[in-house]
């Protein structure tokens, strides 16, 4: 059974720092892309970044390109989110989520394509 544990997230200020984590259990990593996502009060969910299996491809939201980076250490089957120079529009609960792939492919931006979601963490940036 697939299970993907957020962790990191907190309340900072705007300007600041944080590193989302996101443990993955029952998976085989070269087998999954991952992504992480964010939905803020009242809005729908949206992508933030996506990896591809081994790590050599990755792909932002507009939004967040040149602040955030995303991650994966494979040995450890965990992604991680690194998030900088943070903004009060940033405000949400961030998910995680992973892509079975048949083969090698760029990382999706799509929500429906990915097969599982963690529960989220929520990252509050005040201002």
């Known amino acids: 059974q697939v299970q993907l544990v957020e962790s990191g997230g907190g309340l900072v200020q705007a300007g600041g720092s944080l590193r989302l984590s996101c443990a993955a259990s029952?998976?085989?990593?070269?087998?999954?892309?991952m992504g992480w996502f964010r939905q803020a009060p009242g809005k729908e969910r949206e992508f933030v970044a996506a990896?591809?299996?081994?790590?050599?491809?990755?792909t932002y939201a507009d939004s967040v390109k040149g602040r955030f980076t995303i991650s994966r250490d494979n040995a450890k089957n965990t992604v991680y989110l690194q998030m900088n120079s943070l903004k009060p529009e940033d405000t949400a609960v961030y998910y995680c989520?992973?892509?079975?792939?048949?083969?090698?492919?760029?990382?999706?931006?799509?929500?429906?394509?990915?097969?599982?979601w963690g529960q989220g963490t929520q990252v509050t940036v005040s201002s």
């Open positions: 989520a992973a892509d079975r792939i048949a083969s090698n492919r760029i990382p999706s931006m799509v929500i429906g394509e990915y097969d599982y």
């Open positions: 029952g998976l085989t990593s070269r087998l999954y892309n």
């Open positions: 990896i591809n299996w081994s790590g050599s491809a990755t």
